[in-house]
């Protein structure tokens, strides 16, 4: 952590149970003590780190809250009590479906991935993407659990994250909320709220704009026809903005 510290990192991701793309047989057995987390955590928080915690089993969420992580990523297979002590500990929960949604369709391509990472697709992709009442994302929810936006983007290709929405909104969440969650949310939990995640005055001028109300129809966010970073405008009316041209 010291080490990441200098040389300008603001925020690490442990492994706190096994993943999918790794070859490890497990997806979600724990693969931290409570007392490594603790040490990752405390020297972290100390240099003012975020530390995000990929989780994807029961146990490994519990070890990770009560060893005080600031998201939980993925929570796939958390239960009734790792809710619960997230929102004692005010945890946030990141969950990631679209990863699920998309190693699940990639896992029934033949020769796609190897076989133990196709099964461990299927078994932890279906239950993160299911879009059931039941699942962990949609019981942390109605919980209160805090929730931001994230979707592990990288496991499939960048540029369809906001599927993410859809998948959130299918599985029970109002479109305000999933909204919130990619915007003010994931500023708070990114420590960056005082800079993004709001139009308010003083805050930098990072907007995007789409043609419809995602409240009544969250696949808008799909459709992207304006943004601008910063104030600058780089895409207006499904164009990108030719500097040179001054148009």
Same mark, same amino acid.
């Given at each position: 952590?010291? /080490?990441?510290?200098?040389?300008?990192d603001d925020?690490?991701?442990?492994?706190?149970?096994?993943?999918?793309?790794e070859?490890?047989l !497990?997806?979600?057995?724990?693969?931290?003590?409570? /007392? /490594?987390?603790?040490?990752?955590?405390?020297?972290?928080?100390? #240099?003012? *780190?975020?530390?995000?915690?990929?989780?994807?089993?029961?146990?490994?969420?519990?070890?990770?809250?009560?060893?005080?992580?600031?998201p &939980?990523?993925?929570?796939?297979?958390?239960?009734?009590?790792?809710?619960?002590?997230?929102?004692?500990?005010?945890?946030?929960?990141v969950?990631?479906? !679209?990863?699920?949604?998309?190693?699940?369709?990639?896992a029934?391509?033949?020769?796609? #991935?190897?076989?133990?990472?196709?099964?461990?697709?299927?078994?932890?992709?279906?239950?993160?993407a299911?879009? !059931?009442?039941?699942?962990?994302f949609?019981?942390?929810?109605?919980?209160?659990v805090?929730?931001? *936006?994230g979707?592990?983007?990288g496991? #499939?290709?960048?540029?369809?994250?906001?599927?993410? *929405? /859809?998948l959130?909104?299918?599985?029970? @969440?109002?479109?305000?909320?999933?909204?919130?969650?990619?915007?003010?949310?994931?500023?708070?939990?990114?420590?960056?709220?005082?800079?993004?995640g709001? &139009?308010?005055?003083?805050?930098?001028?990072?907007?995007?704009a789409?043609?419809?109300?995602?409240?009544?129809?969250?696949s808008? @966010?799909?459709?992207? !026809? *304006?943004?601008?970073?910063e104030?600058?405008?780089?895409?207006?009316?499904?164009?990108?903005?030719?500097?040179?041209?001054?148009t």
């Amino acid at each position: 952590m010291r /080490e990441r510290h200098g040389v300008g990192d603001d925020l690490i991701k442990i492994m706190a149970s096994g993943g999918v793309m790794e070859r490890g047989l !497990s997806g979600d057995n724990p693969q931290m003590t409570l /007392e /490594e987390i603790k040490a990752v955590v405390t020297v972290a928080h100390d #240099y003012g *780190f975020t530390v995000a915690a990929h989780a994807h089993g029961a146990e490994a969420v519990r070890r990770a809250v009560l060893g005080g992580v600031d998201p &939980i990523e993925h929570g796939t297979f958390m239960n009734d009590e790792d809710i619960r002590l997230m929102k004692e500990h005010g945890t946030w929960y990141v969950p990631t479906l !679209s990863a699920g949604d998309f190693v699940v369709k990639k896992a029934a391509e033949p020769g796609y #991935y190897p076989p133990v990472i196709a099964r461990k697709a299927r078994e932890v992709g279906e239950a993160m993407a299911t879009g !059931s009442k039941d699942s962990a994302f949609a019981r942390a929810y109605r919980a209160g659990v805090k929730i931001a *936006f994230g979707t592990d983007a990288g496991v #499939y290709p960048h540029g369809e994250n906001a599927h993410e *929405f /859809e998948l959130m909104v299918r599985a029970g @969440m109002l479109p305000m909320a999933a909204l919130q969650a990619a915007t003010l949310n994931a500023a708070l939990l990114l420590k960056h709220d005082k800079d993004l995640g709001s &139009i308010t005055p003083g805050k930098l001028a990072d907007l995007i704009a789409v043609r419809g109300n995602p409240i009544e129809d969250i696949s808008v @966010m799909k459709r992207v !026809s *304006f943004v601008a970073k910063e104030g600058v405008v780089y895409k207006q009316d499904g164009k990108a903005v030719d500097f040179d041209s001054g148009t």
